[in-house]
């Protein structure tokens, strides 16, 4: 295996759709590998081990799950059904474990199964520029910017390590964004934040205003005013992260696993129901196309408590 065909097998991952949505637990799982490897120079673990990390991951970056149970195996998927050409997974004698095999924490538990990446692809990685580029291929393939930071964190990866060594000659190049795409959102949304209001400025200079994707850019998101909302630091996040969605009507959501305890952390709840502030008169309004991908995609179900 060559660091082209690394990068190729990895940019080929196969995705699951569960009911048309997402299902990024491969990405995560890869991820999360890739994170013990800097940690320790190998990915061997058992399914026992990686279950509840894992599932975690996929839990708070993938759509929700209404099953508990579900929930608390769904790195079962891809524990199974991670590409041959990159991960061995044997059970407790050492026999293989084919593709076709339950996708149940209690069948894996009970074979005693056990996985690694190929040895080739592990000496790959100890380049760490690659590990930076295979890292950055799977958050730009299946996620969006503000979760790039949150979701090495919780894989164990070191993001500025991985910025750093992102800036070698071989970097792999991202789709570019349109220029242009901030302004013109902000502009149509007259420097202000859609959900809360906020409009920051120091000086002439807005401070803590972003312009969200509603589709993500990774996912095919067009750099478009109807694909665009100006959010606060704080609403893009959360949107981003599924706590905040919008239904049709462009009114806001507040997803039932949302919790907070503080006068602030509640001042979200207050959001659910209420309009987004629209464009500015000839703008574009978001597309319903987009609405219904966040909706299905990002958005933490069960959570959608509609007024």
Known sequence: MTRDELMSTLSALRRAQTGGRRAPHKPLLVLWLLGRFAASGSTAVTYEEAEEPVSRLINDFGPAVTSRTRARERAAMPFVHLERELWDLRDMDGSRIG??????GSWLRARGA???????????????VTLA??????????FTAVLEAPIC???????????EAAYAPARRKRRARRAGFAEEVLQAYAYACAFCGFDGALGRNPVGLEAAHVRWHSQDGPDEVDNGLALCSLHHTLFDLGV????????????QLYVARSRSGRAI???????TSPPR???PTIDPRFVLWHGQQVFKRPGARVA
Request: aromatic residues 0%; hydrophobic residues 40%; negative net charge.
């Open 99 to 104: 593709p076709d095999a339950p996708e149940r």
């Open 114 to 128: 056990h996985g690694r990446l190929r040895p080739e692809a592990e000496t790959l990685l100890t380049d760490p």
């Open 133 to 142: 580029d295979a890292a950055r291929l799977l958050l730009e393939q299946h």
């Open 153 to 163: 964190d919780a894989a164990g990866l070191d993001l500025t390590a991985l910025d």
């Open 244 to 255: 905040l969605g919008l239904l049709p009507d462009l009114r806001i959501q507040v997803s």
């Open 269 to 275: 709840d207050a959001l659910h129901g209420q309009p």
């Open 281 to 283: 008169p000839g703008r």
